[in-house]
């Protein structure tokens, strides 16, 4: 069985929650320092001998997407921050070995796409800086804070194609129907959204879903109005019924998201 692309919930949270170019990077005192763009990939070298340390600052790291047979992932939960090597390969081997797509979210509310490239060096930490004025912008949102157990039910809800209380079904526009995701239902409360996508695998080839190409493709080309620039609707949690499609088989994609 091959490994499915999985998410690490810095909460521990049963539900799977939930993303491209190279930015010039600064390095001081053995330390990576670059600044969050949720338009970007920002790629970054990593230690193949040790563990590279990831933190955000001023802020928690909450969920990791990845493939976790290309890594091995620690999580340090007291201070919010990772610690992460790539499988170990032969030195020879090195040169032909892919980097490594990972996706992280924060308990701000901030979602950061990464591509890790192994390299023979010294472990460096690395250190994403937030933006001033988007943090601003997040903190005077004023959010209401979020339960697990609220997730759940939401997820729940959507899987059973119920409404739950305090809920109502949204109408769908007729953009919904483009794809290769279609949005097909939609329940909005007070606090979170559940939105219900359909995908299809319509080639002659088996396709393997992934948490990261999903979220990835909601938040930067969804029709649902749930954008990288609408940052007050940011992705809380993702769930996939069936990662591995054969041909003409589908399935669905719960997504859960904060109201506006």
């Known amino acids: 069985m091959t490994t499915p692309r999985s998410r690490i919930n810095m909460k521990k949270s049963m539900i799977p929650s939930m993303l491209t170019f190279l930015l010039t990077s600064s390095t001081t005192h053995g330390a990576i320092i670059r600044s969050l763009d949720e338009m970007k990939v920002l790629e970054v070298p990593i230690s193949q001998e040790g563990l590279t340390r990831i933190k955000v600052q001023n ?8 493939n976790r047979g290309e890594y091995v992932l620690e999580t340090d939960e007291t201070q919010g921050q990772i610690f ?3 499988m170990l390969l032969p030195r020879e081997d090195l040169k032909h070995s892919p980097s490594i797509p990972l996706t992280l979210t924060t308990e701000a ?3 950061q796409d990464l591509r890790l490239i192994p390299s023979h060096q010294a472990p460096e930490t690395l250190i994403l800086k937030v933006d001033t004025e988007l943090a601003q912008e997040l903190a005077k949102e004023k959010r209401l804070p979020l339960f697990r157990e609220e ?3 939401v997820i729940q809800a959507c899987r059973e194609e119920r409404i739950p209380l305090g809920y109502k079904e949204v109408p769908l526009s007729l953009s919904t129907l483009e794809g290769p995701y279609l949005l097909r239902r939609e329940i909005q409360g007070q606090k979170l959204r559940g939105l219900t996508y359909r995908a299809q695998n319509n080639s002659s080839e088996v396709l393997v879903l992934s948490e990261p190409e999903l979220a990835h493709h909601i938040l930067s080309r969804g029709k649902d109005k749930i954008t990288r620039e609408n940052r007050s609707s940011p992705l809380i949690a993702l ?3 069936k990662k591995t499609l054969n041909p003409g088989e589908g399935t669905d994609v719960y997504v859960v998201v904060r109201a506006n």
């Open 239 to 241: 769930l996939i019924s």
């Open 151 to 153: 997730v759940e039910e």
């Open 84 to 86: 992460i090597r790539p």
């Open 109 to 111: 509310g901030f979602t």
């Open 59 to 66: 802020d928690r790291i909450l969920h990791v997407f990845g």
